[in-house]
């Protein structure tokens, strides 16, 4: 594994089935591309999916899923580690000493809650309220420098960051870094491709809104030749995608599978129709998303090696956070 490289980077996925073109385009693309300059903890976060209800086979099944898939994504456990966040208690250890250290006030402030929590606040768990300290202590346990986000996470690391702070001038002591956000500006948001204004989303009734990472060369092609259009020929300009939401989300996938600029991607494909754009398109998704699929299948016909690999990961990352912890037991006065 590197040693400094550029920082310490850690971040996390929920475990969810269904992981989409979207999921692959917005984090785990980039999260294979940070391998090579900095040292990376990557953590699929079953403490966090149970502060809403789970079916327990159901998450046992996507923690090996989301696990799969981003070793097949290009997640090297050579260069990186990669394991499930319930495997390495000292998560939910310093999550407790962050929820004595975090203010009800801050965690009130918090819209992902407000939002997930709706109107019916009074039944929400306390572990939903607790999230943003768990996931505090997921990055602060590894005095991780970098966290790649989205957008919708930024709030959450503002309050890692004053944690971080609360924590060492409680203590009186130099102790946490302040961790660095890293939030994709550029990733496009990969929309519905029935519907150019929705979200691509594992919740969509129809499969042939999304392209799935478990999805067939064929399935790909498919769902791509029926993706929804309109009847004009593509602009050669960025602002000729405005009012084209369909356009816009193709041009976008086009872009972001890659790696060129949505103009780029217009003065080559300017003036011409979707008889054109879409087969290239689609033999562009299929070279890209069909090899992590079918590697992706693969593993996840041999349970015990993606258990055995999460284990060796999980022994990784407690090496790491072990002696962190036992710091900070002895700062507070534990030890
Ligand atoms: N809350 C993040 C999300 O829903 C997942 C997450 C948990 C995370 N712990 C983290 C992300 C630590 C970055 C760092 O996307």
């Known amino acids: 594994m590197g040693e400094a ?4 980077i850690f971040s996390g996925v929920q475990p969810t089935g269904n992981l989409h073109l979207g999921n692959y385009l917005g984090a785990i693309k980039n999260w294979i591309a940070l391998q090579d300059d900095f040292e990376c903890i990557y953590c ?5 999916a ?5 079916d327990p086979a159901v998450l046992r099944r996507s923690i090996r899923e989301v696990a799969a898939c981003l070793m097949a994504s290009g997640i090297n456990p050579e260069k990186s580690i990669l394991f499930n966040q319930s495997r390495v208690p000292q998560h939910a250890e310093l999550a407790w000493i962050f929820n004595c250290v975090a203010r009800l006030g801050w965690l009130n402030r918090m819209t992902q809650f ?14 939903l309220y607790a999230y943003p300290t768990l996931m ?8 991780a420098t970098h966290v790649p986000v989205g957008e919708d996470q930024k709030q959450h690391l503002e309050l890692t960051r004053d944690i971080a702070a609360a924590f060492n001038s409680m203590f009186d002591a130099e102790f946490f870094p302040q961790p660095e956000p890293q939030i994709q500006a550029t990733a496009a948001r990969v929309m519905s491709l029935r519907d150019g204004s929705s979200k691509m989303s594992k919740s969509d009734v129809s499969d042939a809104t999304r392209i799935n990472l478990t999805d067939s060369a064929d399935d790909i092609a ?3 030749k029926r993706a929804k259009t309109d009847p004009e020929v593509l602009p050669s300009e960025m602002d000729g995608l405005e009012g084209r939401p369909e356009a816009a989300n193709l041009v976008g996938i086009f872009a972001g599978l890659s790696g060129r600029s949505q103009a780029d991607v217009l003065s080559e494909f300017g003036g011409q129709g979707f008889g054109v754009f879409k087969p290239a398109l689609a033999e562009l998704a299929v070279m890209q998303i069909a090899p992590i699929s079918a590697e992706m299948n693969k593993l996840l016909e041999d349970d015990a090696q993606i258990d055995a690999l999460l284990e060796k990961g999980a022994e990784q990352a407690k090496a790491i956070a072990d002696p962190i912890l036992a710091e900070v037991k002895k700062l507070v006065g534990f030890a």
Do not use: F, S
């Open 5 to 8: 490289k550029n920082g310490r």
């Open 44 to 48: 699929v976060v079953d403490l966090h």
């Open 50 to 54: 149970i502060t809403v209800p789970q």
């Open 114 to 127: 407000k939002e997930k929590a709706g109107k019916n606040r009074e039944n929400a768990t306390v572990g």
């Open 136 to 143: 505090a202590a997921d990055i602060l346990a590894y005095k």
């Open 222 to 224: 498919q769902k791509i």
